[in-house]
């Protein structure tokens, strides 16, 4: 069973940052593209960045690239991503998920965790 569990949510400044954590397993890693995705209340959930299982490699939508970092921790089975210079825009809930590859669609993830909050605000 592969699970996720997001945290490091919480509320900031604009033009602050913040850290959020997916905790998962060896297993997960071992054979899963993990994704981030936000979504706000009414709007589609958005595919946001994603780290390959295998090489490592990253992708970075567009309104996030050169701001938000993704990275992974294989000693502690974990995924974070790294957010700065956090704008009006940002504001979701932020989900990560896995699937067999990386992919911006939701449709193509194959498990996700229960999503942490992200509030900026002055």
């Known amino acids: 069973q592969v699970q996720l569990v997001e945290s490091g949510g919480g509320l900031v400044q604009p033009g602050g940052s913040l850290r959020l954590s997916c905790a998962t397993s060896?297993?997960?890693?071992?054979?899963?593209?993990i994704s981030w995705f936000r979504q706000v209340s009414g709007k589609e959930r958005e595919g946001i960045s994603c780290i390959h299982s295998a090489a490592g490699s990253t992708y970075y939508a567009d309104s996030v690239k050169e701001r938000f970092t993704i990275s992974r921790n294989n000693a502690n089975n974990m995924v974070f991503l790294q957010m700065t210079n956090l704008k009006p825009d940002d504001p979701a809930v932020y989900y990560c998920?896995?699937?067999?590859?990386?992919?911006?669609?939701?449709?193509?993830?194959?498990?996700w965790g229960k999503g942490t909050l992200v509030t900026v605000s002055s």
């Open positions: 998920a896995a699937a067999g590859g990386c992919t911006s669609h939701a449709s193509g993830q194959d498990y």
């Open positions: 060896k297993f997960t890693l071992d054979y899963y593209a």
